[in-house]
């Protein structure tokens, strides 16, 4: 089992910062990558970034280049997601996961954490 634990979230205007956390714990595999995953209200949950276990690789939504940028500290087992020149649009909860790297991108994930709002004001 895995358990993940989002912090970070909360209201910030337009074109401010936010940086999420996600600590992990548990039995956590070397293949597995971890992820950011957002669901705004009434639409689906969509994938936003992910990360290695070496950290070697990144993957990200074209909606999210440019502004966000995922890293991650295994002494801590913790990913980061730092959010950069927010939009209204990017209002969602944010969840945090993990799972083999192409499960990720393809839309799941073995294990998820309870999510933490962000909102971003216009």
């Known amino acids: 089992q895995v358990q993940l634990v989002e912090s970070g979230g909360g209201l910030v205007q337009a074109g401010g910062s936010l940086r999420l956390s996600c600590a992990a714990s548990?039995?956590?595999?070397?293949?597995?990558?971890m992820g950011w995953f957002r669901q705004a209200p009434g639409q689906e949950r969509e994938f936003v970034a992910a990360?290695?276990?070496?950290?070697?690789?990144?993957y990200g939504a074209p909606s999210v280049k440019g502004g966000f940028t995922i890293s991650r500290d295994n002494t801590k087992n913790t990913v980061y997601l730092q959010m950069n020149s927010l939009k209204p649009e990017d209002t969602a909860v944010y969840y945090c996961?993990?799972?083999?790297?192409?499960?990720?991108?393809?839309?799941?994930?073995?294990?998820w954490g309870q999510g933490t709002q962000v909102t971003v004001s216009s």
């Open positions: 996961a993990v799972g083999e790297p192409a499960m990720i991108v393809a839309g799941t994930a073995a294990y």
């Open positions: 990360i290695t276990w070496s950290g070697g690789r990144t």
């Open positions: 548990g039995r956590i595999f070397r293949s597995y990558a």
